[in-house]
């Protein structure tokens, strides 16, 4: 039949059913099993069972205890009697271990009533708001259970506190944060829950304060240099055989499992802290705190729990907080901000650091208001923690404080110059001293950045001291002052071991000054910011210490005058009138200018002349012409420079234009600006010659001359060509249409600069004949050389003398086209070499004679042919008046035979082609043509000589042998009577 007992459920029982079921159970050892087995929930219920079980392992515990005393006085160990006993009845032994265990958890049931007593039940109701505590709406049931005993049982179970180890019991109700009924627990079982207070501590919530369980909290103490223990109160108003530890062995001797040890738990610390590690434990669980909550107020609770114990080094820790405090409740800070702080972090921090973190996110309107409420009670603890010490530092709380203000933004340190004038009582002045006040702000002001702080550099110049002049020093002093300025701007120039000073690095410059050489150094800074403003004015702004730099440095002040003057080149917007530029004129007047005093402004070093030179440069390179203008020529002009001065600077400005123009056009981009430049000044040689070479330029362009093959020639390489000459011989060459424009390469020539050179007109009409003369263009060519001979005629007919070089040029175009086969007009050829004779030199004079005399020749057997289709042998008048036959070849043999009596013969006379002689002269008058005379083959037959590669290009060498100079002269009078000339 099965027991009813295992069919019953927990909760069902009662005292009295317990009772009723167990009673009529003989079987001892069951039935202590039995209340062993069962953990139920009720208090009354779970103390039946263990009463009953108790009560059924009586016998057992009489047995096993008569066998272990009446054996005592045997020789043999009682134990080992009370081991066999156990060995031979195993249940006697269980149900002593079952008895041992009842009546641990008969302490466990007691404590957990009073446990009950101080559980605290946590709902809703105590989360919310005060306003809902008298909530009308509230259900009055549901009140009148808060804290009843089934809810404190869902905070503690009955079963599990039964069976679980005291430590997870301490440790829940810790987290929790039930520290009265912990408090209960630690009570009872004090000594077994010591070796882990710290892990329980541990487990309380970072947010609670540590007034709630400073009970708990370790406790220093004096007398023994360490932590005090808990102490506890056993529940067991009496004992029981089976608490004896020698029954507790006999009977894991006999196989039954031990009771659980809180002591055998591991990471227990079982003896106290020293006081250096209590002190670390303190620090650790204050940055746990504030790492973890950010609650600075609840680490302070904590130190000073710790330090109202005497424990040494806490004091110095609540110092901290406290300030550490004022940084995280009272410190200005944006709301998104989420910035952890913690003990450690802070004690890492500099007291500069810590000033900044104070003031990081003050503004102008609270910097002042921060610093006495936040960083003065911060420096006087300094200074109090020094002297504790035993090294005080007079200084310490000013050279923070002015290390702060120097690294400060201008428009933070503002307000704190505002706050430290002279004329507020010493009391309510932030810094005191009037020379420090000096100090801080020449070092701060020079050591700036800025470029457009200049209103708030002039709130701090006006809170400046202004010593009396008794009390200022004597010019002796002043010129010491400036002596002192004058390094001070080699002290802030750059270098390479100092790429930057800072104003950290200019207040120990100031710091040896004295009131009369910080006077002297207010005076020149206030006129460095009144010259700050007026460059800032212009959009040209300058640090402040560059005033410094440049103050004896006259090419940066002339950089920097330009840069204003250019104020507006970046901008294509002309503005409304020129009145503005009068007034930038104006102010850079005033900035040559000295002062009363002595000091020079920001361009001291240049004169005035220069000025408005750099002024006017500025105007002509932003393009600005209609300003220029006006400001030029309206009456009273405040430019007041040459007219030559102006021109100069027109053509600098228009040049420098001109070479960084990348097309000639001078319609469009910097060509066309650089030709408006020109129009500024009133017209002159100069400016006239250089508009004419802008054209020049721009028409060189349109005809696509090249640089390098396929690169257009830039404007720059136009201005850097030596010979421009060259130019021109480019265009003929590159165009074969530009020779026939005459005129048009003549006035280029002119414009290119040779307006009035002969010598480059005729140049330049010898290189268009030589193109002619390849395209075999022998009309334009003939009208070109025509051209060159009358030009030359006309000079010689006017008394003008005739260079060689024009000659030059001259006979040998006469010549190149006289020779030429292909050009048909016999008449033309012989006149062009009849010319070519007159002009040549002498040696050359026979050479030119054979081409001569063939052409005559031509003209003979022509004439020959027609006298002889009319007339066989008609008969004319000589010179001599003599009538004779008119046979063929009769008057150029008498003229060779008579020549042939006054002059050796030349072998260059009998060559195939006797021109070859002319050959030299023309490269060398020529050597700058690009060109090659070409001769066609048909040319080559015509003329009978030899085909060589000396034919493509006319070639005037000639051998060794030379007619002496009598015969040479004989020769030259021969060939004058030949042309007709002067019997000289």
Known sequence: ???????????????????????????????????????????????????????????????????????????????????????????????????????????????????????????????????????????EEDSQQKGSPEDKSAILPLPEFLTDDLLVTALSLAAQEQFPALGVLVERYGKFLFPHRLVILESTPEHTSPSDYRQFLPTYDPSKDCEQQWTSNLSWSDTDWTDNPDVQSTLEQAGVKPLPSPECIPGAIKTPLSSSALLRWYREQIDRIISRTGNVDTALVLTQHGASSGLFGLDEIGEDLSLLSRLVYDAPRPLTEDEDHTLSGWSNMSPSEVIRSYLSHSTSATIVKSIQRLVVPYLFVLESRAERSGDPDPSLRNRLLYEYIVSAPLEIAAPIFEASKPILPAVERLIKDDEDLARIALALLYGSDSLDEWVTMSRIFECMPAWDSDYVADAGQEDEADTTIAS?????????????????????????????????????????????????????????????????????????????????????????????????????????????????????????????????????????????????????????????????????????????????NYKVGDMSIAYSCLTVPKPSDRIIKEQEFIEATSRICSFNVTSRPGIPISPIEIRLTKDRLSLVSRILSSNNEAYKHTEVVLDLVRKLGFKGDSTAEIKTLGMISDVALQNEDFDRAYKIDKQIVDFVAGLKDGGVDVGEEVKEVCWVACYQLGRQPEFEDVQKKLYLLGYALRLCPPERIVDILAAWRRVDEEDLESRTEELNSAKPFPSRTDRRGRTTRNEPGIALKSIADRLQKHITPSPLVHTPDAALLASKTFSHITANFPFSVRSSSRASQRSGSPASPMMNRVSLDQDDGRPSAQASRVFQKGIGWLIGADGE
């Open 1 to 139: 039949m099965a027991n009813p007992w295992s069919t019953l459920a927990d909760e069902g029982l009662t005292p009295e059913s317990v009772r009723t079921h167990l009673d009529s159970i003989t079987n001892d050892h069951w039935v202590a099993a039995a209340c062993f087995d069962r953990l139920v929930s009720d208090i009354a219920t779970q103390r039946t069972l263990i009463d009953i079980g108790l009560q059924r392992s009586a016998s057992a515990l009489t047995r096993a205890c008569d066998i272990y005393s009446n054996t005592a006085s045997t020789s043999q160990s009682n134990t080992n009697f009370l081991l066999d006993h156990f060995r031979r009845e195993p249940l006697d032994a269980q149900v002593c271990h079952i008895r041992a265990c009842l009546r641990k958890r008969l302490d466990r049931l007691n404590t957990y009533v009073e446990l009950q007593k101080e559980l605290v039940v946590k709902g809703f109701e105590n989360e919310g708001d005060d306003e809902w505590e008298d909530d009308p709406w509230a259900d």
């Open 488 to 664: 001070l701007g080699a002290f802030v120039t750059p270098s390479t071991t100092q790429p930057r000073v800072t104003a950290s690095d200019l207040l120990l410059f100031f710091q040896p000054l004295h009131a009369s050489s910080l006077s002297r150094a207010l005076d020149i800074l206030d006129v460095h910011l009144e010259s700050g403003e007026i460059l800032s004015r212009w959009n040209v702004p300058a640090k402040l210490r560059w005033f410094l730099q440049s103050a004896n440095d006259d090419n940066e002040q002339r950089s920097w005058a330009r840069r204003m003057a250019r104020r507006a080149g970046g901008t294509s917007d002309e503005p409304d009138s020129p009145e503005e530029y009068e007034w930038l004129l104006e102010d850079m007047i005033k900035l040559s200018n000295t002062g009363e005093s002595g000091l020079r402004s920001a361009f001291g070093l240049i004169p005035k002349d220069e000025v408005a030179s750099i002024f006017l440069s500025g105007l002509l390179n932003s393009g600005k012409f209609r300003i220029a203008k006006t400001l030029l020529h309206k009456p009273h002009s405040k430019i007041s420079l040459s007219p030559t001065a102006i021109e100069d600077i027109c053509l600098s400005c228009s040049r420098e234009f001109y070479d960084n123009a990348t097309d000639g």
